[in-house]
């Protein structure tokens, strides 16, 4: 079968209850920079398009973020560990 999507982050599978399709990116919460996402097809328009897909066969869907260059250098202060003081 044909992927819906042609996108290196796009996955689709067949589950026991049907066809799972989700952005791997948006899964792992990855932050593309407006160049990666640029060079596989990210676009605004086409991240609605891929949630409203996840949405209609999972029931909800996450789309990765779009940063600026200087956004995506900086470490992320949320995943982070934890101090052990």
């Not at 026991?16 to 932050?31: E, H, V």
């Not at 407006?34 to 605004?44: L, V």
């Not at 086409?46 to 200087?70: F, H, N, T, W």
């Amino acid at each position: 079968m044909k992927k819906m999507v042609d996108c290196p982050n796009w996955k689709e599978y067949q589950g026991l209850n049907g066809w799972l399709m989700f952005c791997s990116a948006g899964a792992f919460a990855r932050k593309l920079t407006r160049q990666e996402a640029e060079s596989c097809g990210c676009t605004a328009e086409q991240r609605a398009a891929c949630l409203k897909i996840m949405q209609s066969s999972m029931g909800y869907g996450l789309v990765p973020e779009v940063v600026d260059e200087k956004e995506a250098a900086l470490p992320a202060t949320d995943q982070l560990p934890a101090s052990t003081c």
